[in-house]
């Protein structure tokens, strides 16, 4: 079995600070990459970052020069780092991993169970 585990949210004030962090688990070959969906009630899921195995990263245009991924390769871990948070990040995140299970395998995306990161004063 393969098992993404989240933690790190909370409820913050606007201007401050939230780690996200998702570690996966199981039998896993290899994985290559990792991201953050987040998903605001009554709103479409929407895709926050996302970093290769080799470490290259894209962000969506709300949380660029906020919002900082990066990944621990040794302990299978993806981060989000959350800066100068604002109401409007106040969301369900949801992280996701691209795991190929044995080699030779094509890939699949497991997700996380998600954690509330509420933003408000």
């Known amino acids: 079995q393969v098992q993404l585990v989240e933690s790190g949210g909370g409820l913050v004030q606007p201007g401050g600070s939230l780690r996200l962090s998702c570690a996966t688990s199981?039998?896993?070959?290899?994985?290559?990459?990792m991201g953050w969906y987040r998903q605001a009630p009554g709103k479409q899921r929407e895709l926050v970052a996302t970093?290769?195995?080799?470490?290259?990263?894209n962000y969506a245009d709300p949380v660029k020069g906020r919002f900082t991924i990066s990944r621990d390769n040794a302990k299978n871990t993806v981060y989000l780092q959350m800066n100068s948070l604002k109401p409007e990040d106040t969301a369900v995140y949801y992280c996701?991993?691209?795991?190929?299970?044995?080699?030779?395998?094509?890939?699949?995306?497991?997700w996380g169970q998600g954690t509330q990161v509420t933003v408000s004063s």
């Open positions: 996701y991993t691209y795991i190929i299970r044995r080699r030779g395998d094509r890939g699949a995306n497991y």
């Open positions: 199981g039998s896993i070959f290899s994985i290559n990459a």
């Open positions: 970093i290769t195995s080799g470490g290259s990263t």
